[in-house]
């Protein structure tokens, strides 16, 4: 026991190099499946080339942001006692796997959808077991190179700084292993919020011009072959929902875990890991929650054509959530120790713990990730209500679509609006439950529980645009009829779980935010933050402002970009003979050029504001102003993302329910009737709100947090230094017994 003591800092790297074995073998398989007719190919050819095309142009420019932000941080890293220029590296080191883990699932899913379709000519076990094996490959791989990296630089950074020089871990030197470690999460969200921002535009754009030309106006089917934009929609379910939300994942994964640490490093904890107990734990239960996605992941299937594929993947989701949680209480009882907790920054001058401040026990950190598993999982079903086929919200927008277009929008807006409710409720429970059992550092731990089975939320999150895409390749070689029928169940149940992911994605956007505040509060020096002051109020106004001007550019983004698509796809029908007759292919290649010029060009904007904001705030007014912003932007972030993404995920099933016949008034309306158009409106209007502004909205709050934390030693005020490093230099004092310990780790 003693040697896993000593070691377990390096088993987490390794737990992350297991998931990405597993990866590469299950990579392996899909690559070794089917592909189809030559057709079935070129079709997949030109998804994968156009998606390809997307990630090099976005690379090129953010190449540029990469160098530029990298040069910066150096410089101000020789600023300031608690960091380093190496931030620099590590900014760099968050960039790189970003990119990477979005590049890993591009490729993955553009495999993984054609050779779906070839297995949906099978059987609809073999074509789930396809397309959710390539997510799975996606989740893996994310998920792993997040607990790689991390777990690598913190033991750099950890050896560097602390066990080298024989500092305490509750000191100045662990404050600077962790700011530098920072610019690991601030490159990862940097590059999520571009690509998730550019992801967006770019499927938006394509999905919108192929739908109000080829569907509405062509009376064609959405992934008819003869519409010119059908590639681009196909590519952009690639460029948003699969390498958009590995880095979106990427970055919360890895902010998660970076912000808990973080708290962690103010708790005093006599343990068996040389006093870093606290800081660890959210990396092992990272660990652990990958491994356990694994066996959730491998019990995923079904075995006849009418077994339920939802369940399938709840079967697989549950089991993963029920191991974490089971594992994960026998390794906060082995970790931590048996004495009471509080942090540094509840102590007053004499070390005494002030009047009112909490006080938490081992017991109450794994109560409070507990309380991050329930709420995580209440999401996903909340969500799920809100967004499914047949529930009461998306059935109250199909009744109102009977009465034109403008009830149909109506109708979706208040679905979306009533959809936060509960969601906030739920997350106010959560917050207040986790900080009852453990304090600030129980609300990060809480995110950090919710986020464990990463992995295994992100696999179904992604096998759901590989579905969509396979059905399109279906409908566009013209295979049977049974063969798009069980790609569109797949792909029905896919847009269920992609909603859902988008809940359980802001639910943990939410609380890391709040702890990445906390730590933020912390850092800067700040001992509260009064909103009776005029300039507090300010900032709590302006930050609860900017997601609304964010998801405006957002939104006109891809109103402007869809425009030029339908005037595209229009010159197209017009000018080229013989189209509509399969006589002549049409010019894919140009719609796709459209959106990838506008999604590059557009998402500059949006990113900007996330980035410059803080720094702007900060440095002219201050950090208790700052936090009034953070404030501001955390709450209004969290509605609106809710808001947006709930009500589009409701007006797609809407309009899909019309597929299979509904029933309004006592009649049976399929597709081209009236209220379906109606729905195809309302779909219109929901897509850049489910897949562009409304996703953005937590990589927005994340990314303003972490740059706000990672500023936070630049703002700190002499007065507050001085007073820190007289609490740092009693911590040391207190602290000393253990510094063998921490040379043996």
Same mark, same amino acid.
């Given at each position: ?64 942001? #990469? ?37 890993? *699932?591009?490729?993955? +899913? ?54 080298? @020089? ?75 929902? /699969? ?23 103010? &708790? ?33 299937? &079904? ?52 009047? *009112?401040?909490?006080?938490?026990? @081992? ?10 598993? /329930? ?18 919200? /998306? ?14 929008? $109506?109708?979706?807006?208040? $679905? ?7 969601? $906030? ?66 792909? +029905? ?29 912390? #850092? ?14 300010? !900032? ?25 698509? /339908? ?49 702007? &705030? ?63 409106? !309302? ?6 709100? @489910? ?55």
């Amino acid at each position: 026991m003693d040697l896993l003591n000593n070691y377990l800092i390096y088993l987490i790297p390794v737990m992350g190099l297991i998931g990405i074995i597993v990866m590469a073998i299950k990579s392996a398989w899909v690559t070794s499946q089917e592909t189809g007719d030559a057709s079935m190919n070129q079709l997949a050819g030109y998804i994968a080339d156009g998606a390809m095309a997307f990630l090099r142009a976005e690379w090129k420019i953010l190449s540029y942001f #990469v160098v530029v932000a990298g040069i910066l941080l150096a410089w101000s890293g020789t600023t300031v006692a608690t960091s380093s220029p190496i931030i620099a590296v590590s900014f760099l080191i968050g960039a790189f796997l970003s990119a990477f883990a979005g590049y890993l *699932g591009m490729r993955i +899913a553009t495999k993984s959808n054609v050779r779906t379709t070839q297995a949906a000519k099978t059987s609809l076990a073999k074509a789930l077991k396809v397309s959710f094996t390539g997510g799975t490959v996606m989740g893996l791989g994310v998920a792993g190179l997040a607990i790689i990296g991390l777990g690598s630089l913190f033991i750099v950074f950890y050896t560097m700084y602390v066990t080298s @020089k024989g500092e305490a871990v509750n000191g100045e030197a662990m404050a600077k292993a962790l700011d530098v470690l920072a610019g690991f999460s601030l490159g990862a969200e940097s590059i999520a919020l571009f690509a998730r921002v550019g992801g967006g535009i770019y499927t938006k754009a394509a999905d919108v011009g192929a739908d109000l030309v080829g569907k509405v106006e062509a009376g064609i089917p959405e992934d008819d072959v003869r519409n010119p934009a059908t590639i681009a929609d196909n590519v952009g379910d690639n460029v948003g929902d /699969v390498a958009g939300m590995g880095a979106d994942l990427f970055g919360s994964y890895v902010a998660t875990m970076l912000a808990t640490m973080v708290l962690g490093r103010e &708790i005093v904890s006599h343990d068996s890991f040389g006093g870093i107990a606290p800081v660890l734990l959210p990396m092992v239960i990272a660990g652990l929650g990958l491994i356990f996605s694994i066996v959730g992941a491998s019990m995923v299937k &079904i075995s006849k054509e009418t077994d339920s594929v939802q369940k399938a993947l709840n079967i697989g989701n549950w089991a993963s959530i029920v191991l974490t949680a089971v594992a994960t209480y026998f390794v906060v009882q082995w970790m931590l120790p048996a004495d009471s907790f509080h942090m540094l920054r509840d102590e007053d001058a004499n070390g005494a713990v002030k009047a *009112g401040s909490l006080v938490f026990t @081992k017991n109450g950190v794994f109560g409070s990730i507990l309380v991050g598993l /329930v709420v995580g999982t209440l999401m996903s079903i909340i969500t799920e209500y809100y967004t499914a086929m047949g529930k009461r919200p /998306v059935l109250s927008i199909i009744k109102q679509s009977s009465t034109g277009h403008a009830t149909n929008i $109506i109708g979706g807006l208040a $679905i979306g609006m009533e959809s936060t409710v509960l969601p $906030i409720l739920v997350l106010a429970a959560g917050i207040y439950g986790s900080y009852f059992f453990a304090g600030l550092y129980g609300v990060a731990i809480a995110a950090a529980g919710m986020m464990a089975t990463t992995a295994m939320q992100l696999a179904i999150d992604a096998f759901g645009p590989i579905a969509d895409n396979a059905g399109g390749i279906a409908e566009m070689s013209r295979l049977p009829e049974e063969v798009r029928g069980r790609t569109d169940n797949l792909d +029905a149940v896919g847009n269920t779980t992609a909603a859902t992911g988008k809940g359980f994605a802001i639910a943990s956007a939410a609380l890391t935010s709040l702890a990445l505040f906390a730590a933020f509060v912390g #850092v800067a020096g700040i001992e509260h933050i009064d909103i009776y002051k005029a300039n507090v109020l300010a !900032g709590l106004f302006v930050g609860g402002m900017i997601p609304f001007i964010f998801s405006a550019l957002c939104i006109s983004a891809v109103g402007r970009a869809a425009m030029a698509m /339908v005037e595209e796809v229009r010159r197209q029908f017009r000018e080229i003979p013989g189209i509509m007759e399969y006589k002549a292919r049409p010019e894919y290649e140009k719609c796709v050029e459209i959106s990838t010029k506008a999604s590059i060009r557009e998402m500059v904007a949006p990113g900007l504001i996330a980035l410059i904001t803080p720094i702007i &705030i900060g440095f002219a007014f201050g950090p208790e102003v700052l936090g009034g912003l953070l404030a501001g932007v955390t709450v209004s972030g969290v509605l609106m993302g809710i808001f947006q993404s709930n009500a589009g995920g409701a007006w797609d099933n809407a309009k899909k329910s019309f597929e299979k016949g509904v029933e309004i008034n006592g009649e049976i309306y399929y597709k081209k009737s009236e209220p379906h158009k109606a729905s195809v409106t !309302g779909d219109t209007v929901g897509d850049p709100f @489910k897949d562009t502004s409304g996703p953005s909205m937590n990589i927005l709050i994340k990314l303003m947090s972490i740059v706000s934390l990672v500023i936070a030693p630049h703002l700190n005020s002499a007065d507050n230094t001085s007073k820190m490093m007289q609490k740092q230099e009693k911590v040391q004092s207190m602290n000393v017994h253990q510094i063998h310990v921490d040379k043996k780790i």
